[in-house]
C-alpha cells in the first residue's frame, strides 16, 4: 500500500495524540484533523488490513512498528520544517500550517540539507 498525504496525516495524528494523551480513539483522530468519522473508520480499516495499525476490542488504536516508522518520519519533517520556518521570521501558526503541506512534498536530500543547516544554527547559539 502507498501511503498517501492523508494517510501520513492519520498516521502522524495517532502517533501526537498517543504521546499527548496515552491513548487514541477513532474519534480523537476525527476531531484532530477534522475529519468525519466515518472517512476515519474506512482509513483505519485499510490501515489494519495493510498492518499499520491495530485496534482492540475497545476501539483504541496504536500504530504497528511499520505504522509507528511512517508516523515519526513526518512528525520529525513537521517539527523540523516548522522550527525553520519559525527561525526565519515565519509566525508560530502559519510556520505549523506550512510544515505540513511541505513535510509531504519535500524530497529526502532536501529534508536532510534543512535538518543539517538547523543543527548549524543551534550550535552556533
Known sequence: MI???SGEDYLE???VLKNKAGFVRSIDVANHLQVSKPSVSVAMKHFREEGYVVADKDGYLD???????IAKRVYERHEIISQV???????PEV??????????AISEESFEKIKEF???LKKEE
Request: proline share 0%; glycine share 6%; with cysteine.
Open 3 to 5: 501511503i498517501k498525504e
Open 118 to 120: 538547523l543543527a548549524r
Open 95 to 104: 510556520a505549523l500550517e506550512d510544515s505540513c503541506k511541505i513535510e509531504h
Open 63 to 69: 500504530l504497528t512498528d511499520k505504522g509507528l516508522e
Open 13 to 15: 495524528a495517532i502517533l
Open 85 to 91: 520556518l519559525i527561525r526565519l521570521g515565519v509566525s
